[in-house]
């Protein structure tokens, strides 16, 4: 099956910082890799998505970059707020996830 | 549009019963992911539906079964419950092989 392999498992950044969570895949087949955002008491949501046709794609503070021939795909937060404080999870296909990252931003 | 409902929200059990949990998914959407998450080990997939059949299933024992109705409702079962099944049991539909929209989960207690 799909491993995805998620780092770091904890991250913690000032608020206005940029935050990155990098994940790794193994099947090259892949074409779909979404980022979830977990907060506390609630399930996933979707925060951000890209399609293996695509290099990069932004949606205001947030951004998703692939890189297909090393096979990772990355989330990038940008000046950081406390309410981006939960846990972040990439997904492969099968919706199998990565372990998931705990970011902590400080105000 | 409603959201991918579950209930019980809640649940606490004891050692050696079994449990079902329920999700409705969004209207329209045809597969229904399941999933146990722990502290220690994240999200671990545990079974898919599609069209009421299974279409993939993860590394659980054969305690863990589901199934889903004509409605794409679907249900969980747990048989001979453990101590360490003590979980939080999402839920997540899917329009097709893209973006899945997760319920709030079931939290069961296995005491």
């Known amino acids: 099956g799909e491993n995805v392999e998620q780092h770091p498992s904890t991250l913690s950044v000032q608020e206005g910082d940029s935050a990155v969570i990098k994940c790794t895949y193994s099947?090259?087949?892949?074409?779909?890799f979404p980022w979830y955002k977990q907060e506390l008491g609630k399930g996933p949501q979707l925060i951000i998505d890209?399609?293996?046709?695509?290099g990069e794609k932004k949606d205001q503070r947030i951004a998703v970059t692939l890189n297909k021939t090393a096979k990772h795909f990355s989330l990038h937060i940008t000046e950081t707020q406390p309410e981006d404080s939960a846990v972040y999870f990439c997904?492969?296909?099968?919706?199998?996830f990565g372990a998931g990252t705990r970011l902590t931003v400080k105000p | 549009k409603a959201g991918v409902t579950q209930t019980p929200r809640y649940l606490i059990k004891t050692r050696g019963q079994q449990v079902t949990l329920s999700c409705s998914p969004i209207?329209?959407?045809?597969?229904v992911s399941w999933y146990q998450q722990t502290p220690g080990q994240g999200l671990q997939f545990l079974f898919e539906?599609?069209?009421?059949?299974?279409?993939n299933k993860g590394n659980f024992p054969g305690r863990f079964s589901g199934r889903q109705f004509s409605n794409s409702r679907s249900e969980m079962n747990v048989s001979t419950l453990e101590l360490g099944d003590s979980a939080l049991y999402l839920c997540?539909?899917?329009?097709?092989?893209?973006?899945?929209?997760f319920g709030q989960g079931t939290r069961l207690t296995v005491v």
């Open positions: 997540a539909s899917s329009g097709g092989y893209s973006e899945a929209f």
């Open positions: 209207s329209g959407h045809r597969s």
């Open positions: 890209i399609r293996s046709n695509v």
């Open positions: 099947d090259s087949a892949s074409n779909y």
């Open positions: 997904a492969a296909p099968l919706m199998r």
């Open positions: 539906y599609f069209s009421e059949t299974q279409r």
